[in-house]
């Protein structure tokens, strides 16, 4: 069969590309697009990468098949002023703020409008005032800068399977929201931020922190150390005309020394430190048959992923905090560390913007104190080295501070998918003779989804390892369906783990993550200690601080706790609010299934009986929703005690028991 | 063969027995124009009045009772199409149609008509032209130059009564197709008669189907296209509201042809008696055997869900249909793969509209020839059409393909209106065929035969068959920015062209219509048409700025006049408006003086009074309040 297609004259054979567009790239012609993600699927929304095929006319080259003996044309005047005309558009709906916007350093909207070469806009400016949301600890809304090309809609829904966001209403009214144009801290975002990744423009974007940084810089009061992640060290580069994988994390060191951090650490430490903690705890639930998968905590999308979809698998979740948290609760909490009488604050670099909001969660705090106090991107942090002058290219590197700047080559690994497993099995090797009889994990393997089986005490372990809460969902569903069973399971939220996280710098193709892979794993081979147990200063550090593996102390710094949340919160009515003298605190569940059965009622006649037979300040009153008994509602619950399929007569009885 | 079937047989008996006992009967039209005029009271009316006069009273016609009294059915049938007319009321034998009837005119039809055989001559239509009254439907111009196909039924039996559509010759194509024809079969007779999809495109059905039937997959799904939403369009509706049954066997037909056991009927939840009276089809259907398992005791299984849309004009895109079926937002996605490959839930899958699928069982019926021979040789058959605005005769109408648009403007509807309502052809400015997917045809096409490709060929198109006739008193700007703003409205925001540009095209209309104009918004006007056009995703975006474009072709000079001259020729556009008051005829009342809101007016009472055209907001008050005429606007 002629497998031949002829691009603007040019023959190009063809062989498994899934579209014309990719094919274009192969004859060298860069189409524009903005909706055009081969990780996702194809939507056709941009029209910018139309061609024209002899005989069939102009269509999207992303949603076409090749076939044999097309001959195409990318670059008539037809299609120019189409492209011209479509980015023109764009633009006339577009607020163009472009010097104080966070994406301004990599715009797509920008990049292609140079591109299809706009001189002017020719239409109406129609300007968008929208809320800005500024809810999320992680990412910032602003839909006057949507140009609705429903990237980040299909990167939430076909990466993570969350649906945070979506499209709502029509015509020009058309915006990306959260459900009922809820905030995005209120719905179910799990913070990863692919969202804002592949949004081309400052539509959604990682939320800063760069400014309340230099501000706790410059206070006198504090001591300002810093950590950095794996996976910084491997993409900070690209920030600075490098290629994508350089370990640069000398020169980042002393960048952030330049810049004024008092002492740089590395979250790799803390990494060793996990995998002792975690493996101390799977070995004691595998021996126990207890708590089966042990869910690794790294990754706060996937911990969040978890509370909220799949509460029955909270007691999986490893207890472990994240690196980011236990290096802040050690730094924090250390006797070595001299600052003077100062108060220590620590900040994060990180590949992820979740960390943002993991550092914010109530539950990551010891003795009142926040384990990290302010988290940076990587794009952020290349900001401030960039506002503060210094010339990062040329910089000599510097080394990291002891002792939290030491660490083994598995520590490093954490910054990629499979990491976390690998270092585990590396030292659970070392500890207590492991023997991996298969597949020893493969650090090169391109699978999102990957298992591992090893033996332990003649005991068969079967481990997976998977990228992609999507991925992640489909696994824990299986489990739940009784088809798979792990002992062990790996998750981390973005494609191929850290490197490819929101916080990175922005990426587009597998290829830049291909390198900054390989980065990583070279990092661990040039490491002269590759085995978290071989790490001397944490050895140290439980010699002199923590004792042991799961002591009490380690529990209270290094472990954490889970909630359900599969409510979202803050739904409820408070009808009657109570007062000192309150005697009695009713909760009248007014979700759908209870309101079909007659709470409503039920809420009218409470409020009508209370007003009648107490004071107001002796009852507090809440219209509530869903206490997920909904088949036996309408649910009421007074003083704590749940009345199911309840009767107006039975808040009677009950209430006048209190008298 | 259909007297093999008990249900069938068993309905023709029946039914043939007590219609030997009706003495009268009395049609109401229960469309859903001849509800909003009070239908229904009209024939609750009738049933009370009757039973007052205790005069045997039928309504469903499902006596048993052995009796051979015989008896007055008041049957409430669907569209009759001639709505401007309605309420209207037949009356067989006598074959009498009375028009406008009001529930206080009841007890008289009653007592002249029913109990005397009387003719009520005021309630008679009156032509408009002759300033006659006529009696029945073969002599009122409305239906005499019809040609009813795909209509046959609506209006003449009552849609929810399923022996009335077997009485009726009904579902023998089913059974025909069923028991004596394979699928291929089907497809080529389908294919042969050249019908050709009635919701826009004129996608030949035949070839649709076959391109279905020989993809193999485990499951098929027919989908029914009845998301009718043009503004002014009611063919589909009728036709699901009139005779709902026709749809469902040219669904069972299709669903033979492809290899569906499952069929879907997608409607917008605004046509709520569409929805009711499928939903009492689709139940008889399924009591008789006629859908489920095992049809007809044909071996073959098949169903149909009804499934109501939520309104979005974007929804009657097949792609974005099937999305919403599935539970997704309605937003088309890009093709190929067409529904044929890759449709509902992934499956292979026909999409057809209702108008299409209530004409299938009248070719398996009577055969590919006969449809053929009716129309134009590349546009068979007939086509409803949608008859609206200035225009004597509105209505709904069904003529052969290949009528001249003056036949269906002057004859069936009666002529062309001025403001005042009174008939003058003279007035015909264009008609806008095909809603805001369509174009404007104008003097030059009045002998043009309408078809799928005379209409494509000057940048109309068919579409469902909305027809808006258009007098000289409006302007035709106007007219194009109301189907932009139509568009944009419904536009489902995915695709660039589409979303930004239907709302540019309005915008840049306005300056034409507001003054702010000149010939480059006309020349950008077009480009960004044009671009929209070749560019966008869906049918919606690539036919949405055909009302501007055809309308500035045709109507180039008045748009140039807006841009350059600054005038509206219609006098519509008010801010282009000169208004000036004629000293000759100015008695000096002050009328037009108290009544300007920004004080433009001057002069001394009983002398004449001037505009001050730079205070002037052209509002036009002072015309409204000039009772002398003495005010032009230029």
């Known amino acids: 069969m002629n497998k031949k297609i002829i691009i603007d004259g040019v023959e190009v054979n063809y062989n498994g590309e899934k579209n014309l567009l990719e094919l274009a790239r192969k004859a060298g012609v860069e189409l524009p697009t903005f909706c055009y993600h081969s990780e996702l699927s194809v939507y056709g929304a941009c029209r910018l990468c139309l061609i024209d095929i002899e005989g069939k006319g102009i269509v999207s080259s992303c949603s076409t098949a090749p076939e044999p003996g097309m001959i195409i044309k990318t670059n008539t005047p037809e299609l120019r002023e189409i492209r011209k005309i479509a980015v023109e558009l764009l633009l006339a709906n577009h607020k163009?703020?472009?010097?104080?916007?966070?994406?301004?350093?990599?715009?797509?909207?920008?990049?292609?409008?140079?591109?299809?070469?706009?001189?002017?806009?020719?239409?109406?400016?129609?300007?968008?005032?929208?809320?800005?949301?500024?809810?999320?600890?992680?990412?910032?809304?602003?839909?006057?800068?949507?140009?609705?090309?429903?990237?980040?809609?299909?990167?939430?829904?076909?990466?993570?399977?969350?649906?945070?966001?979506?499209?709502?209403?029509?015509?020009?009214?058309?915006?990306?929201?959260?459900?009922?144009?809820k905030k995005l801290n209120e719905v179910e975002c799990v913070d990863c931020g692919q969202c804002a990744r592949v949004c081309p423009t400052g539509a959604i974007y990682p939320k800063s922190n760069v400014n309340d940084v230099w501000k706790i810089l410059s206070d006198e009061r504090y001591y300002v150390v810093a950590q950095v992640a794996p996976a910084v060290r491997v993409s900070i580069g690209e920030m600075f005309e490098f290629k994508p994988g350089i370990n640069l994390s000398g020169k980042l060191v002393a960048a952030l020394k330049k810049i004024g951090f008092k002492k740089v650490y590395d979250t790799s430490f803390a990494a060793d430190l996990t995998v002792l903690e975690e493996s101390n705890e799977f070995l004691g639930r595998f021996e126990r048959k207890e708590n089966l998968p042990l869910l690794t905590s790294c990754c706060p999308a996937w911990v969040k992923f978890v509370e909220q979809y799949y509460p029955e698998f909270i007691s999986s979740l490893s207890t472990c905090k994240s690196p980011q948290q236990m290096l802040g609760a050690i730094i924090k909490n250390n006797s070595s560390i001299n600052s003077s009488a100062k108060e220590v604050k620590v900040v994060s670099i990180m590949p992820c913007v979740a960390k943002k909001s993991e550092a914010e969660r109530e539950e990551m705090t010891t003795n009142g104190t926040k384990d990290v106090d302010l988290v940076l991107s990587v794009v952020e942090?290349?900001?401030?080295?960039?506002?503060?002058?210094?010339?990062?290219?040329?910089?000599?590197?510097?080394?990291?501070?002891?002792?939290?700047?030491?660490?083994?080559?598995?520590?490093?690994?954490?910054?990629?998918?499979?990491?976390?497993?690998?270092?585990?099995?590396?030292?659970?090797?070392?500890?207590?003779?492991?023997?991996?009889?298969?597949?020893?994990?493969?650090?090169?393997?391109?699978?999102?989804?990957?298992?591992?089986?090893?033996?332990?005490?003649?005991?068969?372990?079967?481990?997976?390892?998977?990228?992609?809460?999507?991925?992640?969902?489909?696994?824990?569903?299986?489990?739940?369906?009784?088809?798979?069973?792990?002992?062990?399971?790996?998750?981390?939220?973005?494609?191929?783990?850290?490197?490819?996280?929101?916080?990175?710098?922005?990426?587009?193709?597998?290829?830049?993550?291909?390198?900054?892979?390989?980065?990583?794993?070279?990092?661990?081979?040039?490491?002269?200690?590759?085995?978290?147990?071989?790490?001397?200063?944490?050895?140290?550090?439980?010699?002199?601080?923590?004792?042991?593996?799961?002591?009490?102390?380690?529990?209270?710094?290094?472990?954490?706790?889970?909630?359900?949340?599969?409510?979202?919160?803050?739904?409820?009515?408070?009808?009657?609010?109570?007062?000192?003298?309150?005697?009695?605190?009713?909760?009248?569940?007014?979700?759908?299934?209870?309101?079909?059965?007659?709470?409503?009622?039920?809420?009218?006649?409470?409020?009508?009986?209370?007003?009648?037979?107490?004071?107001?300040?002796?009852?507090?009153?809440?219209?509530?929703?869903?206490?997920?008994?909904?088949?036996?509602g309408p649910t009421v619950t007074i003083n704590g005690k749940k009345i199911k399929k309840c009767k107006f007569e039975d808040i009677k009885t009950e209430l006048n028991s209190l008298k | 063969m259909a007297s093999n079937n008990v249900f069938i047989v068993e309905a023709i008996e029946r039914r043939k027995k007590i219609l030997n006992k009706v003495s009268k009967k009395i049609i109401i039209c229960g469309g859903t124009g001849c509800i909003a005029n009070r239908a229904m009271k009209v024939y609750k009316k009738f049933c009370d009045a009757l039973k007052a006069e205790s005069l045997n009273v039928e309504v469903s016609l499902k006596s048993e009772s052995s009796s051979n009294e015989s008896v007055i059915y008041v049957s409430k049938n669907g569209c009759q199409g001639f709505c401007q007319m309605g309420p209207l009321i037949s009356i067989e034998p006598d074959n009498v149609v009375y028009v406008k009837v009001r529930p206080e005119d009841v007890d008289e039809i009653v007592e002249k008509t029913i109990k005397k055989n009387k003719i009520i001559e005021r309630l008679l239509y009156i032509d408009p032209i002759k300033n006659q009254r006529e009696k029945w439907y073969d002599e009122i111009n409305f239906y005499k130059k019809q040609q009813r196909l795909s209509l046959r039924r609506c209006g003449r039996i009552n849609p929810e009564d399923i022996d009335e559509y077997i009485y009726d010759g009904g579902y023998e194509a089913a059974i025909k197709a069923l028991f004596d024809m394979s699928d291929k079969d089907i497809c080529d007779e389908i294919l042969r008669s050249g019908l050709r999809g009635r919701g826009g495109g004129g996608f030949s059905t035949g070839r649709k189907w076959e391109l279905t039937r020989i993809k193999k997959a485990d499951k098929k799904y027919i989908v029914c296209n009845g998301d009718e939403g043009d503004p002014g369009a009611f063919m589909d509706r009728s036709i699901m509201e009139g005779d709902p049954h026709a749809v469902i066997e040219g669904m069972i037909i299709a669903g033979k042809a492809i290899g569906a056991e499952e069929g879907y009927i997608y409607?917008?939840?605004?046509?709520?008696?569409?929805?009711?009276?499928?939903?009492?089809?689709?139940?008889?259907?399924?009591?008789?055997?006629?859908?489920?398992?095992?049809?007809?005791?044909?071996?073959?299984?098949?169903?149909?869900?009804?499934?109501?849309?939520?309104?979005?004009?974007?929804?009657?895109?097949?792609?974005?249909?099937?999305?919403?079926?599935?539970?997704?937002?309605?937003?088309?996605?890009?093709?190929?793969?067409?529904?044929?490959?890759?449709?509902?839930?992934?499956?292979?899958?026909?999409?057809?509209?209702?108008?299409?699928?209530?004409?299938?069982?009248?070719?398996?019926?009577?055969?590919?020839?006969?449809?053929?021979?009716?129309?134009?040789?590349?546009?068979?058959?007939?086509?409803?059409?949608?008859?609206?605005?200035?225009?004597a005769n509105s209505g709904l109408i069904e003529t052969p393909m290949g009528i001249k648009l003056k036949d269906i403007i002057f004859e069936i509807g009666g002529g062309v209106t001025d403001k005042n309502g009174e008939i003058n052809n003279q007035k015909f400015k264009a008609a806008q065929i095909g809603g805001p997917s369509g174009g404007c045809l104008t003097k030059e096409h009045l002998d043009m035969p309408l078809d799928f490709d005379s209409l494509k060929s000057i940048g109309a198109m068919i579409g469902s068959g909305g027809l808006v006739v258009i007098n000289d008193d409006t302007c035709i700007v106007k007219v194009a920015r109301f189907f932009m703003q139509f568009t944009q409205n419904e536009s489902c925001g995915k695709c660039v062209l589409c979303r930004e540009g239907t709302k540019q095209m309005p915008a840049l209309l306005d300056d034409l219509i507001e003054g702010r104009g000149d010939e480059k918004t006309i020349e950008l006007l077009e480009t960004l048409g044009k671009a929209i056009q070749k560019g966008s995703l869906c049918g919606l975006g690539k036919t949405a700025p055909n009302p501007v474009l055809s309308t500035i072709k045709f109507f180039r000079e008045e748009y140039l006049a807006h841009a350059i001259k600054k005038e509206c020729p219609s006098k519509e556009c008010k801010a282009l408006l000169k208004p000036k008051i004629v000293a000759k005829l100015c008695k000096g009342c002050g009328l037009c003086l108290r009544y300007c809101p920004v004080g433009a007016i001057k002069g001394n009472k009983k002398e004449p009074h001037v505009i001050n055209e730079e205070l002037c907001i052209k509002c036009g008050a002072c015309i409204e309040a000039c009772k002398l005429n003495a005010i032009t606007v230029g």
């Open chain 1, 96 to 181: 163009m703020n472009c010097p104080s916007c966070a994406k301004s350093y990599n715009c797509k909207l920008l990049e292609i409008a140079n591109k299809v070469g706009v001189e002017e806009v020719r239409f109406k400016k129609v300007d968008k005032e929208c809320e800005i949301d500024f809810s999320s600890h992680s990412l910032v809304r602003d839909s006057s800068k949507c140009i609705l090309c429903g990237d980040c809609v299909r990167a939430c829904e076909e990466l993570q399977s969350v649906g945070a966001i979506d499209f709502a209403y029509r015509g020009s009214s058309v915006n990306i929201l959260p459900a009922f144009g």
């Open chain 1, 381 to 632: 942090i290349a900001s401030m080295i960039k506002q503060a002058g210094i010339d990062f290219k040329n910089l000599s590197p510097e080394s990291f501070d002891l002792p939290f700047g030491f660490k083994s080559g598995a520590g490093v690994l954490f910054g990629k998918s499979g990491g976390v497993a690998e270092a585990v099995v590396r030292y659970l090797n070392y500890e207590n003779n492991f023997v991996v009889c298969e597949n020893k994990i493969d650090l090169n393997d391109e699978a999102h989804w990957k298992e591992i089986k090893f033996v332990y005490k003649g005991k068969n372990v079967k481990a997976a390892v998977i990228s992609g809460l999507k991925n992640a969902r489909q696994v824990l569903d299986e489990i739940k369906k009784g088809n798979l069973k792990y002992d062990f399971i790996e998750v981390m939220a973005c494609p191929r783990g850290c490197i490819g996280g929101a916080g990175q710098p922005v990426y587009y193709d597998d290829d830049t993550l291909v390198l900054r892979r390989n980065g990583i794993i070279e990092c661990d081979v040039e490491s002269q200690i590759r085995n978290s147990k071989d790490n001397l200063f944490l050895m140290k550090l439980y010699m002199e601080e923590l004792r042991e593996i799961g002591s009490s102390i380690s529990h209270s710094l290094l472990h954490t706790h889970y909630r359900n949340r599969k409510r979202l919160l803050g739904d409820n009515i408070e009808i009657l609010s109570g007062g000192k003298n309150c005697k009695a605190e009713i909760k009248v569940c007014v979700g759908t299934s209870c309101f079909l059965r007659g709470s409503q009622e039920l809420l009218m006649k409470t409020m009508k009986y209370v007003d009648e037979k107490f004071n107001n300040d002796e009852i507090k009153l809440t219209a509530e929703f869903c206490e997920e008994t909904c088949s036996e």
């Open chain 2, 267 to 391: 409607v917008r939840m605004e046509y709520p008696l569409a929805v009711e009276r499928l939903k009492i089809a689709i139940d008889q259907a399924r009591k008789y055997g006629f859908l489920g398992k095992n049809i007809f005791n044909s071996g073959y299984n098949f169903d149909i869900i009804v499934m109501e849309g939520a309104g979005a004009f974007v929804c009657g895109e097949e792609t974005a249909l099937l999305a919403s079926i599935e539970g997704k937002r309605g937003m088309p996605m890009p093709k190929p793969p067409f529904p044929a490959e890759k449709g509902l839930f992934g499956k292979p899958t026909v999409i057809n509209n209702v108008e299409t699928l209530a004409t299938v069982p009248v070719i398996i019926k009577e055969g590919w020839e006969k449809f053929k021979s009716i129309g134009t040789p590349t546009s068979p058959g007939t086509k409803t059409f949608a008859l609206t605005g200035q225009v």
